[in-house]
């Protein structure tokens, strides 16, 4: 049952974002999204940490289920990445944002299986996370190019991490599990546009 229940709905959503994929291709907005990421975040460091983390945690918010992967990693290979690196990338950043999932699903499930309260549950998970949430901007850098890659982005990284981190704590304590990641995330692609921009 448990396999089932998780098969079907990440299985529809894939199915969905592969169709709104090369929809986006076949039309053209799929060169117009690269070209306008590409512009705005010349350096592939930054490209990771605002395409792979901080758009990938809006689109989990948004669609959750393995879609943030597939549509962030689609977006890194067509930057120039390889694809079995895009994919890693994209693992790595969407470690802070899945927990809470398409609109707070994992916690309101664990909240149904439980019979904890939902809002205990988001709560406490809203406290542990910004954390790592902090730490996940770094790591995806670290991954990508090692410790001398991480230094020209530092300032890149910390916005990501601190942008997302800290709508997350007060979406998560004061309103509950539905909009974390999609607040969070928007923040974060703020954060880094902004001081990409400024830099």
């Not at 927990?99 to 988001?122: N, Y």
Request: hydrophobic share 55%; proline share 6%.
């Amino acid at each position: 049952y448990g396999a089932a229940y998780g098969l079907f709905p990440i299985g529809w959503i894939v199915v969905n974002v592969l169709f709104l994929h090369e929809l986006t291709v076949r039309s053209g907005y799929f060169e117009a999204l690269r070209a306008s990421l590409a512009r705005l975040a010349p350096d592939p460091r930054e490209q990771v940490i605002l395409i792979a983390f901080s758009f990938g945690a809006f689109v989990e918010g948004m669609a959750g289920f393995g879609a943030p992967v597939a549509v962030t990693g689609a977006i890194l290979i067509q930057l120039g990445f390889k694809p079995v690196q895009a994919a890693v990338l994209a693992l790595i950043a969407n470690t802070a944002p899945v927990a809470f999932g398409s609109l707070g699903i994992p916690i309101t499930t664990l909240s149904q299986v439980t019979g904890l309260d939902v809002m205990d549950l988001s709560r406490m998970a809203g406290r542990q996370l910004p954390f790592f949430s902090v730490l996940v901007p770094f790591w995806v850098v670290l991954a990508y190019g090692g410790w001398s890659a991480l230094r020209g982005v530092r300032a890149v990284a910390m916005a990501a991490g601190v942008g997302f981190a800290v709508p997350q704590y007060v979406v998560s304590n004061f309103h509950g599990p539905w909009l974390v990641d999609i607040v969070s995330g928007a923040c974060s692609i703020a954060c880094v546009v902004l001081m990409v921009r400024w830099r």
